[in-house]
């Protein structure tokens, strides 16, 4: 096993393939991790009620709640909590759903455990920058929009609603890089912590929606610009 700053982590990993769990709770266990597993959607709901998790790995297809239910459900009481989600489905519809539902991240199967691991590893650190960063700043304000990162709770004039973990990452780290470019590349190396040739397009989807939350005018952006063949750009007023 090859050094692990994340030693110790707790992992609930959801999944209902016994021959896919065993060898999951093997290799995750083996990295260092403190991993309990749930064989169905209502044993995930009491071992995350009953414990308390640093990330959770969610099969999309299980017994009595999906993974969409169970993503849904955990994220109105714990908003910050990492969940990498698992499904044998590929559509992007399909991956869509579960980012909309609160996944941070989507793997189809079969998969390469290293890269497994790397989303892990990704994960928790994001969570821990994300951590520290939010509770130097909670709240952040820029025309009639204001955001509370640390319960994702937004208002955009008299509208209110709630970010995903991901979409509040990806202002936050949006706005601490103000007035400056911002690639798809960088994005994705230092929201999502994964290589810039895995799903670019993800990104587009996120920014489209945020921009729906604090945009007047989605179609024409006056925050969350466009820059093109270079990224996005954050700004903090409205030019006049």
């Known amino acids: 096993m090859e050094n692990n700053e994340y030693k110790?982590?707790?992992?609930?990993?959801?999944?209902?393939?016994?021959?896919?769990?065993?060898?999951?709770e093997f290799n995750l266990t083996d990295e260092g991790y403190s991993v309990k597993w749930a064989k169905d959607g209502r044993e995930a709901l009491k071992l995350f009620d009953a414990g308390s998790f640093d990330l959770i790995i969610l099969d999309v297809m299980l017994p009595y709640y999906d993974g969409f239910e169970i993503a849904k459900r955990i994220r109105t009481v714990a908003p910050q909590m990492p969940i990498l989600m698992l499904s044998a489905r590929t559509s992007v519809q399909d991956k869509?759903?579960?980012?909309?539902?609160?996944?941070?991240?989507?793997m189809t199967k079969p998969f390469h455990l290293e890269e497994l691991l790397l989303r892990i590893r990704?994960?928790?650190?994001?969570?821990?920058?994300?951590?520290?960063?939010?509770?130097?700043?909670?709240?952040?304000?820029?025309?009639?929009?204001?955001?509370?990162?640390?319960?994702?709770n937004c208002t955009a004039g008299l509208k209110k609603f709630s970010l995903t973990q991901r979409?509040?990452?990806?202002?936050?780290?949006?706005?601490?890089?103000?007035?400056?470019?911002?690639?798809?590349?960088?994005?994705?190396?230092?929201?999502?912590?994964?290589?810039?040739?895995?799903?670019?397009?993800?990104?587009?989807?996120?920014?489209?929606?945020?921009?729906?939350?604090?945009?007047?005018?989605?179609?024409?952006?006056?925050?969350?610009?466009?820059?093109?063949?270079?990224?996005?750009?954050?700004?903090?007023?409205?030019?006049?």
Request: hydrophobic residues 35%; without cysteine.
């Open 167 to 240: 979409e509040a990452m990806i202002m936050k780290y949006l706005i601490e890089k103000k007035g400056k470019i911002v690639s798809r590349k960088e994005l994705l190396e230092n929201v999502w912590h994964i290589s810039s040739e895995i799903e670019t397009r993800t990104v587009d989807i996120f920014i489209s929606h945020l921009r729906k939350y604090f945009e007047i005018d989605p179609e024409n952006p006056v925050y969350i610009t466009s820059i093109r063949k270079a990224g996005y750009l954050f700004n903090e007023e409205k030019e006049n």
């Open 8 to 24: 110790g982590a707790r992992i609930l990993l959801v999944e209902d393939e016994e021959t896919l769990a065993v060898g999951l």
């Open 122 to 152: 990704g994960m928790l650190k994001r969570k821990l920058w994300y951590k520290e960063s939010s509770t130097l700043n909670p709240v952040y304000s820029f025309g009639d929009n204001q955001i509370n990162f640390e319960n994702f």
């Open 96 to 106: 869509i759903k579960g980012l909309e539902q609160g996944a941070d991240d989507y």
